[in-house]
């Protein structure tokens, strides 16, 4: 079930101590994460740069829908951005929960999936009532037409303070960061339809307000001094780290 709306990476709740397994690191894999697994060594049609290991970490070519571990060998387990890439979502999330306690997972949301269109993707992914919720691309005729990922995910986050402070304050507009334990709601092409018109209709003010936070004034400038001071303390423990090389 989920537990949490983690607001970046360094929000969620791994303790030191874990075994924590990445699947899918992919070109950016965790530090944390002790042993990476990737489907892909050579081929980097589902990411953008080549295959990394870090130091310290175990790599293991493997299908993250059949994973080679035994049930609850990993406290934790990281997987960002993809999900909406493999053939069969439900036993992907099945063996994620299988071999580890709780763990991370992050995806486009329906809103990022449209400002920044990957023909890699292709599922379509919005947290729904804590359950994730996929629909193929092809069931619904997805067609965007235009691709502003360079806005979105690369030129605002390195320009823009007040970008940042969107994306703590509202975690969850361009991506699903759904932290879970013990197992992972998932809904695949559900035709019941509470849950297809979000992604076949254009959204409305209640519509909004099921993934948009919703906060009083007061509580609206506490969050977002909160942001604020947290990419402070972000820029500085880079600075650090930058230095001490």
């Known amino acids: 079930m989920k537990i949490r709306t983690p607001k970046t990476l360094d929000d969620l709740l791994i303790k030191k101590k874990y075994n924590i397994l990445e699947v899918g690191g992919g070109n950016h894999p965790d530090k944390r994460a002790h042993v990476v697994v990737d489907k892909y060594v050579e081929d980097n049609t589902h990411r953008s740069g080549d295959l990394k290991v870090l130091k310290n970490q175990q790599f293991l070519q493997a299908d993250g829908e059949h994973l080679p571990f035994k049930d609850k060998e990993f406290d934790y387990v990281i997987c960002r951005h993809v999900l909406e890439h493999v053939d069969d979502p439900i036993q992907f999330v099945k063996e994620q929960a299988r071999v580890a306690k709780m763990g991370y997972m992050e995806t486009p949301s329906?809103?990022?999936?449209?400002?920044?269109?990957?023909?890699?993707?292709?599922?379509?992914?919005?947290?729904?009532?804590?359950?994730?919720?996929?629909?193929?691309?092809?069931?619904?005729?997805?067609?965007?037409?235009?691709?502003?990922?360079?806005?979105?995910?690369?030129?605002?986050?390195?320009?823009?303070i007040g970008f940042k402070i969107l994306e703590?304050?509202?975690?969850?507009?361009?991506?699903?960061?759904?932290?879970?334990?013990?197992?992972?709601?998932?809904?695949?092409?559900?035709?019941?339809p509470y849950y297809l018109n979000y992604f076949i209709k254009p959204w409305d003010e209640d519509m909004c307000d099921k993934f948009i936070t919703r906060r009083s004034y007061g509580k609206e400038i506490i969050a977002t001094m909160a942001a604020a001071f947290d990419i402070m303390r972000t820029v500085a423990k880079s600075k650090l780290i930058k230095n001490s090389h």
Not at 173 to 181: A, F, M, R
């Open 110 to 160: 329906l809103l990022g999936e449209y400002l920044a269109p990957k023909q890699s993707h292709r599922w379509l992914i919005q947290d729904i009532d804590n359950k994730l919720v996929l629909y193929d691309k092809e069931v619904i005729n997805f067609k965007p037409w235009m691709d502003f990922g360079e806005v979105f995910l690369y030129y605002l986050p390195k320009i823009s």
């Open 168 to 192: 703590r304050t509202h975690a969850n507009i361009l991506t699903v960061n759904y932290e879970w334990q013990d197992e992972i709601e998932i809904l695949v092409n559900p035709e019941d």
